[in-house]
């Protein structure tokens, strides 16, 4: 316990997989996608009728803030793993170096955050 592994093979192995499979199933959604392009002319399943457009625009402000949600929900997902194992990189010598590292990954969220801000982007009017 408390040691940096030795081969860092599994998680290539894992990337590797991740990626290879992300690929097939664009792929084979691709080839198996619908190639009749028309417009239903039924009702949804809830009885509600067609209206207007399914593209039309929205304020950008929706996208900035569900932008924002998901990039500090995986700052919070990334958090909690370094700080259960920074004992154990402590262990293995490499606190310092995590540490720094973990401080410059909240730096640049911080920096972020502070231009969306100045920029008015979490701003309702």
Do not use: H
Request: proline share 4%; aromatic share 18%; glycine share 6%.
């Amino acid at each position: 316990m408390g040691i940096a592994p030795d081969s860092f093979a599994p998680i290539a192995l894992q990337l590797i997989l991740g990626i290879g499979f992300s690929a097939i199933i664009l792929v084979l959604a691709f080839i198996i996608q619908p190639k009749k392009k028309t417009k239903p002319q039924d009702t949804f399943e809830c009885g509600v009728e067609y209206y207007g457009d399914a593209r039309s625009l929205f304020n950008i402000k929706f996208y900035m803030v569900a932008v924002l949600f998901i990039l500090f929900d995986i700052e919070a997902v990334f958090l909690f793993p370094w700080a259960v194992n920074l004992l154990n990189f402590k262990e293995a010598g490499l606190a310092i170096f995590i540490f720094v590292e973990m401080l410059v990954f909240l730096l640049i969220l911080v920096i972020g955050l502070y231009y969306v801000w100045k920029k008015g982007a979490l701003e309702w009017d």
